[in-house]
Structure formats: C-alpha cells, structure tokens
C-alpha cells in the first residue's frame, strides 16, 4: 500500500518523471479497488437524492410531461399506479443496485475499453512500441482522477440547495443538470435558457478536473510509453474527443 500511495503522490505531483515508474508489470490490482471503493463511496453519498420524495416526483412529472407531448393522456388509476410503483421498496431497491452496478462496471469498462482505444490511436500514430498492457497501466492510475473528480461533485451537490433545482425541473435534461456540479465555464451560464449540446461541450472540455485527467494521459504515454511528446499529444487531443461521445449522445436522446 505504501509503494501504491508513493506511485500516486509522485505522478501528481511530478507527472512527468512519476510515470516513468509505471511499467507492464505494475500490479493494478489495488489501485482499482481503491478506485471502486470511492465510486461506491460517492454513489453512497447520492443515494438519499435519487431515493427521495422530491426527486422521484420530478422524475415522474417529466415521464408524464413526455407522453403528454407525445399525445399520450393518462387517467387517474395509471397515475395512482406510477406513483405507488416509484414510491415502492422494490424501485429503490432497483435503483439502489442499478446504481452501483452501473457505477462499478462503468469504470470497468472505461478502463478495458479506453486502453483498447488508445492502443488503436497509438497505432494509428504509428507508436508501435507501447502495448495494451502498459496503457491499461496508465489509464488506472490516471482514473484517481475521476474518481476523486466524482467525490467532489456529489458532495458539492448534497451541500447544495438540490430539492429546489429539481422542482424546476421539466425534463430529463434539467433532471441531470440539477444534480451536476459544474466546476467549468458552464458554470457561469444558464443551461436552461441554452443549447444542451453547446452547455455540454463547455462543461466537458473546460472542466478543470477533465483537464488535468487528460494532461496526465499526455505524460502517461510520454514518460511510461516513451512516445514522442507531438505524438503523445495528438493522441490524447483525439482521445479526448472521443471521450466526449457518449456524454453527447446521451444529451442528444435525453
């Protein structure tokens, strides 16, 4: 545990000689327990916000806003039953597993599904030297990261003033940017008065958190990878924006 806290502390704070220490036979065992073990701690802290009265009527609200707009009218007995099966103890108990479910095998599969693609990318830019192995190396010790970007965010928005946020909220959009901590530009714009998309790609690409992430991505396959410096960073340029897909997809769909 000491050698793991010794990698960490010398990669965030002299990335660019601390990744050099990472190889493909570093042990990545611990480091993504400890990497779940502050997901589900943050998942833990969001769990009275997604369970409560407050958000489990406005999540209802918007169902029916939606099938209302779709011509779809609803009597009083299917509303009765809506709210008896969203008040239920089998939906918090869904809601609850899904949640952590989702937040662990997310990870999981940022980490097996990211490396993948920047071995691809790292092929693309002919870097024929580094393998999947050492990228799946340098993708787990980045993701500290994130989680503690997470962390950060959920407790920001239980200290925040939430239940109000989502009374106001009329769809699945608002829903989401109700309980979002922006620490970017988006912070100083009104998402409802403004394009999804635009307020998405202003959240993403200058959250601070996500910055940082992809700067040590850049030395990570510099300094363990070896890859020259413009390679490093065209990579992790291409590999950034195809990071930013599935959040636009989603904004797209919700």
């Given at each position: 545990?000491?050698?793991?806290?010794?990698?960490?502390?010398?990669?965030?704070?002299?990335?660019?000689?601390?990744?050099?220490?990472?190889?493909?036979?570093?042990?990545?065992?611990?480091?993504?327990?400890?990497?779940?073990?502050?997901?589900?701690?943050?998942?833990?802290?969001?769990?009275?916000?997604?369970?409560?009265?407050?958000?489990?009527?406005?999540?209802?609200?918007?169902?029916?806003?939606?099938?209302?707009?779709?011509?779809?009218?609803?009597?009083?007995?299917?509303?009765?039953?809506?709210?008896?099966?969203?008040?239920?103890?089998?939906?918090?108990?869904?809601?609850?597993?899904?949640?952590?479910?989702?937040?662990?095998?997310?990870?999981?599969?940022?980490?097996?599904?990211?490396?993948?693609?920047?071995?691809?990318?790292?092929?693309?830019?002919?870097?024929?030297?580094?393998?999947?192995?050492?990228?799946?190396?340098?993708?787990?010790?980045?993701?500290?990261?994130?989680?503690?970007?997470?962390?950060?965010?959920?407790?920001?928005?239980?200290?925040?003033?939430?239940?109000?946020?989502?009374?106001?909220?009329?769809?699945?959009?608002?829903?989401?940017?109700?309980?979002?901590?922006?620490?970017?530009?988006?912070?100083?714009?009104?998402?409802?008065?403004?394009?999804?998309?635009?307020?998405?790609?202003?959240?993403?690409?200058?959250?601070?958190?996500?910055?940082?992430?992809?700067?040590?991505?850049?030395?990570?396959?510099?300094?363990?990878?070896?890859?020259?410096?413009?390679?490093?960073?065209?990579?992790?340029?291409?590999?950034?924006?195809?990071?930013?897909?599935?959040?636009?997809?989603?904004?797209?769909f919700i």
């Amino acid at each position: 545990m000491s050698n793991l806290l010794s990698t960490w502390k010398r990669i965030i704070f002299n990335p660019k000689d601390g990744y050099k220490s990472i190889t493909e036979e570093t042990k990545i065992f611990m480091p993504v327990v400890i990497i779940l073990i502050i997901s589900i701690v943050s998942i833990s802290i969001m769990l009275p916000i997604i369970t409560s009265k407050t958000y489990l009527k406005a999540s209802i609200g918007i169902q029916i806003h939606k099938m209302e707009k779709k011509g779809t009218t609803l009597n009083e007995q299917q509303l009765e039953s809506m709210n008896k099966y969203s008040n239920s103890k089998i939906s918090k108990i869904i809601a609850i597993a899904g949640s952590y479910l989702g937040g662990i095998v997310g990870y999981l599969l940022i980490f097996v599904i990211g490396a993948f693609v920047l071995l691809i990318l790292s092929r693309i830019f002919r870097c024929k030297d580094i393998s999947y192995r050492l990228i799946l190396r340098i993708i787990v010790f980045t993701a500290i990261i994130t989680a503690v970007q997470g962390l950060i965010k959920i407790v920001i928005v239980y200290f925040s003033d939430w239940q109000a946020a989502l009374k106001t909220a009329r769809t699945m959009s608002d829903l989401k940017n109700a309980l979002a901590a922006n620490l970017s530009a988006a912070a100083f714009f009104d998402p409802k008065s403004m394009n999804r998309v635009l307020f998405y790609l202003i959240d993403y690409f200058t959250d601070i958190f996500n910055i940082i992430y992809f700067v040590f991505i850049f030395y990570g396959l510099s300094a363990a990878g070896k890859i020259k410096e413009n390679s490093a960073l065209a990579i992790t340029i291409v590999y950034a924006v195809l990071a930013s897909l599935p959040g636009f997809g989603a904004i797209l769909f919700i």
